[in-house]
């Protein structure tokens, strides 16, 4: 059963960068993909991207492209989101969770997640 | 982007009582609709996959039904420890898009 262990809680201040790590707790690391996903305070969730841990090949959701970037260690199994630029509105639990790989992402589900990190970001 | 519409955005229903939770999605989706559970300061849950796969460990109390564009979440028996937020999510395409949620209360 894989399980997904991320980094602790970070405070940003506006126009900083950030790292959340994520470590998959299973040698079958190669053969699922993780999404990352955020929810601010209160509101509902939100898809940022997708990272294939076969390859290394990344989606991002248009609304993040070129803030957001999306890595893998598989010698440690662990992935990376990197969001830069922040702002005020970044202010959120950001997740990950394991998502399907190239071939079988239509139809796939998330499942598990992450604990979540709390990002805020405040000056 | 595929839009999900979730409805109601809240209910309140006593225990015992059944639940119904619906989704539309914006275009046709097949059956590449999920269901979690959220509950207040953890992560969320899957419930259901495929529209109407019960993810295992999940009580049979809960089921997904649908296809295309319409969707239903349904809790036969609500339970006390049904007190959540749950949001659908289509896997049809990316971007991933999720409902904006039902919370469930007592």
């Known amino acids: 059963q894989v399980q997904l262990v991320q980094s602790g809680g970070e405070v940003r201040k506006p126009g900083a960068s950030v790292q959340v790590s994520c470590k998959a707790s299973?040698?079958?690391?190669?053969?699922?993909?993780i999404s990352w996903l955020r929810q601010a305070p209160g509101q509902g969730l939100e898809w940022m991207g997708w990272?294939?841990?076969?390859?290394?090949?990344?989606l991002y959701a248009q609304k993040f492209q070129g803030r957001v970037t999306l890595t893998t260690d598989t010698s440690t199994t662990t992935a990376y989101m990197d969001l830069r630029s922040l702002r005020s509105d970044d202010t959120a639990m950001y997740y990950c969770?394991?998502?399907?790989?190239?071939?079988?992402?239509?139809?796939?589900?998330?499942?598990?997640w992450g604990q979540g990190t709390l990002v805020t970001v405040s000056s | 982007d595929i839009q999900m519409t979730q409805s109601p955005s809240s209910l309140s229903a006593s225990v015992g009582a059944r639940v119904t939770i619906t989704c539309r999605a914006s275009?046709?989706?097949?059956?590449?609709l999920n269901w979690y559970q959220q509950k207040p300061n953890k992560s969320p849950n899957l419930l259901i996959y495929?529209?109407?796969s019960l993810q295992s460990g999940v009580p049979s109390r809960f089921s997904g039904s649908g296809s295309g564009t319409d969707f239903t979440l349904t809790i036969s028996s609500l339970q006390p420890e049904d007190v959540a937020t749950y949001y659908c999510?289509?896997?049809?395409?990316?971007?991933?898009?999720f409902g904006q949620g039902t919370k469930v209360g007592i």
């Open positions: 969770a394991r998502d399907g790989e190239w071939g079988n992402l239509a139809g796939a589900s998330f499942d598990p």
């Open positions: 299973a040698y079958t690391f190669v053969t699922f993909g």
């Open positions: 990272i294939s841990l076969n390859n290394g090949d990344t």
């Open positions: 275009q046709s989706i097949s059956t590449f």
């Open positions: 495929d529209a109407s």
């Open positions: 999510q289509q896997s049809y395409t990316v971007p991933r898009t």
